[in-house]
């Protein structure tokens, strides 16, 4: 079993269109529960990540309640009119199946090579329905880590009693799982 991190970059919400009049693009960048953009159809993002040294190679949508049978499509590019486009993923179906109550469905792509074009155009081509945190970043994948495996942590450091003494030799924690 392995698991997959996901780092984050810094961007900027350039424009989004076909949102609800009662959402805007701070929405996309929050981690507030309950704080969700509500797309209409034919709704597109556009991401500014700022610069073009920064890499990236996963795009994910958390905590959504996006239609199941809505398709979405992924294009990057270095000009801010996507005049050129380098990446295009097509049309990518978002989910199968209905959407639990808690909406924590989430949407990931893995567009399996690194990129670096400064902007990235999200397009949700058909359905509707709440958009959580986006997500741009860099998977780190990290095999032999099962299941059920939780995240602890592991204070090595010692206390020392000799009679009525005590003392502490303070040592790293680390992270275990």
Known sequence: MSAMFL??????VL?????AATSN??????DLMGVNALATPSSVIIIDKLDTSTQYDVIAMCNNQISGTANWRISTSNNSDFSTIAYNSGSIPVAMGD???????IILHDINTIRN????????LNG??????????????????????KRGFDDR???????AYQAFDEKP?????
């Open 7 to 12: 780092k984050s970059i810094n961007y900027n």
């Open 15 to 19: 424009s989004v269109s076909n949102l």
């Open 25 to 30: 693009a701070y929405m996309l960048k929050s």
């Open 99 to 105: 959407v639990p109550e808690c909406r924590n469905r």
């Open 117 to 124: 074009e400064r902007y990235v155009k999200i397009e949700i």
């Open 128 to 149: 509707s329905g709440y958009l959580g945190r986006l997500i741009i970043g860099k998977k780190l994948v990290e095999d032999g880590i099962g299941m059920s495996a």
């Open 157 to 163: 450091s010692e206390m020392i009693e000799v009679g």
């Open 173 to 177: 924690v680390l992270l275990t799982w």
